[in-house]
């Protein structure tokens, strides 16, 4: 069974530029979260989704948003970039919706703002 | 509220045990550990849920005490893949898959 898979695995923005990541959550999962990850803050949370539905949303700026697919792909949009936007962010699936069991990480999309 | 986790680092040498704590200063429907070891993904460890069972994983095992609000992860006997940072993520509520984690323990085993 294939794992989480995120893409781009890295890459480089300047400030004001904006930058879309996507993230394929294991077959059959049809709920996808994303986390932002820093030396300084940590796991952040960012948002949820499940079944297209957003079901949670961390304390981040409007800058950041995100969507879900029919098919449970998701995607994530930064936009105006800024250089405390630099982290690695992460993707992760779940079966169901309610909040027992593990969460499928993928290696992540590390987003260098310059 | 994030929780707090102690100690920030600990440097172990093979077959020492360590103890990993986290603290919640609200109420915990459940705690969840994984483990991410330098440039990977984080790989879940176990959940705790509400009545304070041990769960174990190998030899690391944790407990809930959900009236003090801890968690406490237990490494019995460590072997050098267990060096990583562990991260204790709890549930803002008992819907949906929100996780917020604490700061991360940085274990390293030393032969």
């Known amino acids: 069974k294939a794992g989480v898979t995120q893409t781009p695995r890295y890459l480089i923005k300047t400030r004001g530029q904006q930058v879309t990541l996507s993230c394929s959550p294991i077959?059959?999962?049809?709920?996808v979260s994303w986390y932002q990850q820093t030396p300084g803050q940590g796991l952040q949370f960012l948002f949820e989704y499940f079944s297209e539905t957003q079901r949670n949303k961390g304390n981040f700026p409007g800058r950041f948003s995100g969507r879900q697919f029919s098919n449970s792909r998701s995607e994530m949009n930064v936009s105006t970039l800024e250089l405390g936007d630099s982290a690695l962010y992460l993707c992760a699936s779940k079966q169901r919706e309610r909040n027992t069991g593990e969460l499928f990480f993928g290696e992540g999309s590390r987003l260098t703002v310059l | 509220q994030q929780p707090v986790q102690s100690p920030q680092a600990v440097i172990l040498r093979e077959g020492e045990d360590a103890v990993i704590n986290c603290s919640s200063s609200?109420?915990?429907?459940?705690v969840h550990w994984y483990r991410q070891k330098h440039g990977e993904a984080p790989v879940f460890l176990m959940i705790?849920?509400?009545?304070?069972e041990q769960k174990g994983h190998d030899k690391i095992s944790a407990s809930f005490n959900e009236k003090k609000q801890q968690s406490s992860l237990y490494l019995t006997a460590s072997q050098l893949s267990y060096s990583g940072t562990y991260f204790c993520?709890?549930?803002?509520?008992?819907?949906?898959?929100?996780?917020?984690f604490g700061g991360g323990t940085r274990l390293m085993v030393k032969p």
């Open positions: 705790l849920l509400k009545g304070g």
């Open positions: 077959s059959g999962h049809r709920s």
């Open positions: 609200k109420a915990l429907y459940s």
């Open positions: 993520g709890t549930p803002n509520n008992n819907a949906g898959n929100m996780l917020t």
